[in-house]
């Protein structure tokens, strides 16, 4: 087992010195997680520790991630266009496209764009990211659009936790919750919904 294992991290340090620091990362990890107690896994430990230090493999590492999550999104655009019997490259990820899906996977590309530039931060990709956020909040329509669905979420956040404590039976909780959502979202259908659980609560527990 000792000699599999030896072989398996022959064939990371290659990847290593191929610059392939993700896959030479992975297979450190599965000599670590399959030869265990044997002295290759050892070795395979220290090796992690080295090349997780490294700064170099730190900048590649974030590059991947962050590009592979723009591919993400560049898949969620592409299942918004019709279907097709030929085969085409992904389309490309630009603000207008973003503005074209529907308002849950506006919401869930922003999510993506912003993890990208939270957890990736230095890497070209989170540059372009960036650069996304920039220009949709550059355009006053689309800043709007964006404001309002993003708050819309929170709204039905906030309201959905005040129906759990609701439903729980802790009811002065409940009424200070379901007041927070119509005073921090108010004119929206979450605060119009609050208004009515909260006065249907309040003749249920008068006094509170």
């Known amino acids: 087992m000792e000699r599999i ?21 992975d297979g450190f990890r599965r000599v670590l997680a399959v030869f265990i107690g044997l002295p290759v896994a050892k070795a395979a430990r220290l090796r992690i520790s080295e090349v997780e230090s490294d700064p170099e493999v730190q900048a590649a590492i974030k590059e991947v991630t962050a590009a592979r999550m723009f591919a993400q999104l560049a898949r969620m655009l592409g299942t918004t266009t019709a279907p097709t019997t030929r085969a085409a490259a992904a389309p490309a990820v630009t603000a207008g496209a973003i503005l074209a899906m529907k308002d849950d996977r506006i919401l869930r590309a922003i999510d993506t764009l912003d993890s990208i530039i939270r957890t990736c931060r230095g890497a070209p990709t989170a540059g372009k990211a960036h650069e996304l956020r920039r220009q949709l909040r550059s355009d006053p329509k689309a800043d709007a659009r964006l404001t309002r669905l993003i708050r819309g979420r929170l709204a039905t956040r906030a309201l959905n936790k005040a129906r759990t404590y609701h439903q729980a039976g802790m009811h002065t909780k409940a009424i200070a919750l379901y007041r927070g959502v119509i005073q921090d979202f108010g004119g929206t259908a979450r605060a119009a919904e609050a208004a009515v659980l909260l006065e249907t609560l309040e003749v249920a527990s008068p006094g509170r």
């Open 5 to 25: 294992g030896r072989g398996w991290m022959d064939e990371a340090e290659k990847r290593y010195a191929r610059e392939e620091y993700v896959e030479a990362l």
